[in-house]
């Protein structure tokens, strides 16, 4: 990666930190107002207590050494004034974590939401271009490190700067000269700890690209175990997961390597920064100079250490904050993906003929549907859903620059059964993936009962249509809740007719507990042709107009295949 890359790769990963505090703040705006508040608080608080030190030293310790008669209620009055000031500093920083807590975890919580919401608007080809173990860790590893940074390392960088700020204004009042070396120690703290993130940033982005390298093929293999165990593979999946391990063990170790070392090295310049202070304190208390009193040194000093201690506690988030910045990045990629586009305005209706033998719709379920097609001057009308699917002269190809089906003409009356036949590739499953518009096309036209399928919206064109997918995808659940699938508010009878439709009722009765039987790992537990079988039934259940069966049944037996059809 060369500078200018490395620079617009830091600025997005900027961007989407920037963006994801903006996406916290709008959901919790009062809890975020109140932790900003409460750290404030609980800051003003420890410099107050501190103050009060140089009170304690100068106005009480100094006047009354060697003094026989010291009266001791000045000293109650400024320890308990001190109790009080940091009683109130704990009572704000347990506040501020509890609020910071419900910020970081709805935070997150609506994120995934979101995230899961959106990825099921997303096109299919999205699906078939990027690895799914790729996408999982964006669920996992990805808002993994968000939760770090908001939960831990936003709180402390929050408390960092108004630490910060308060101190140096309460330094600036003890002793001027004093403060401009502490400011020049911060910067040069604060030189070393960019130098150093610098390093790493980048490391930390190709990090979490290469863990989901890794989710990827990990998930990849799972699902293929039988084929790997088959062909007497698994050396060569070792070889390839060794090599995309490698690639994670050298972006992780650089990354680490430089941020590991950021901590000690700004622990040390704060060490550095206490001695030089303190020497220089001492020599300005002693000879009196600019009014400089040894409690005024003593106050000095526990701002110094406490000002170390929030650029530390800063320099430490660094790796999560990276870490985060890179994963937010990765998180906000997928939600800027466009969703599927749907211009379609036809909808399907329950509908009945009324009096004058006129389609109309009711709230009642028919059996029989109907297209609801509002118009432009305001008008609607219904077409009976038939499941008449015509193609004129279209043209098709998943790259626009790469046709490959060409002029293609058809029509499937109602009721008609049509095969396509061919070889491998020759554009069988893409036919069916146009019908439903997981694609659309290039050129021509699909009507489905007369309409142009484009101003059909897609929700309802999908759900006008039975299709028993090539590859059978089961749910975990029980069986019939995988049939169910089909149409969610079937009644049992309803769930039974559909297995016996797709002559699935007599296998199921011979599992362990019949239509209560627990699917697990998409039904691994039963053949592939059993598979299938629970596939059509759950196609079968929702009774659709057009059913299309994409090699639905090639682990069927033929006597089985003869009688599902």
Known sequence: MNKSENKENKGKQFKALLRLIGYMFNLYKFHFAAVVIFILLSSLSMV??????????????????????????????????????????????YLSGRFMVVTAQGTLKQLRDDVFIHMEKLPIKYFDTHAHGDIMSVYSSDIDTLRDMITESLAQIISAIITIVSVLASMFILSVPLTIFAVFMIVLIITTTKIISEKSGKNFKEQQENIGSVNGYIEE????????????????????FDDLNEKLFVSSDKANKYGNILGPVVGNLGNINFVLTASIGSFLALGGIGGFTLGGLASFLQFTRTLNQPIAQTTQQINSVMLAAAGALRVFKLLDENPEFDEG?????????DSENNIRETEKHTGMWAWKHPHEDGNVTYEKLL???????????????????????????????????????????????????????????????????????????????????????????????????????ASDEEVYAAAK?????????????????YLANGGANLSQGQRQLLSIARA??????????????????????????
């Open 540 to 565: 079968a259940i929702a009774d659709p107009p057009v059913l299309i069966l994409d090699e639905a049944t090639s682990s069927i037996d033929t006597r089985t295949e003869k009688i599902v059809q």
């Open 221 to 240: 293999m799972l699902e293929g175990l039988k084929v790997v165990k088959v062909f007497s593979h698994e050396e060569e999946s070792k070889e390839r």
């Open 48 to 93: 107050k207590g501190t103050m009060y030190t140089k009170q304690l030293i100068d106005g009480y310790i100094v006047p009354n050494i060697g003094n026989p008669n010291i009266d001791f209620t000045p000293l109650v009055k400024i320890i308990l004034s001190m109790i009080g000031v940091y009683s109130v500093g704990i009572l704000c920083s």
């Open 501 to 517: 439709l797709a002559n699935a009722h007599h296998f199921i009765k011979h599992l362990p507990k019949g239509y209560d039987t």
């Open 387 to 489: 499941g008449d699917v015509v193609f004129e002269h279209v043209d098709f190809g998943y790259n626009e620059n790469k046709i490959i089906l060409h002029d293609i003409n058809l029509y499937a009356e109602p009721g008609q059964k049509i095969a396509f036949v061919g070889a491998t590739g020759a554009g069988k499953t893409t036919i069916t993936n146009l019908i439903n518009r997981f694609y659309d096309i290039q050129n021509g036209k699909i009507r489905y009962d007369g309409i142009n399928i484009k101003k059909i919206n897609k929700s309802y064109l999908r759900k006008s249509l039975g299709i028993v997918l090539q590859d059978t995808q089961l749910f975990s659940g029980t069986v019939a809740d995988n049939i169910r699938y089909g149409k969610l508010n």
């Open 345 to 353: 305005y036809v909808t399907l209706v329950n509908a009945e003929f």
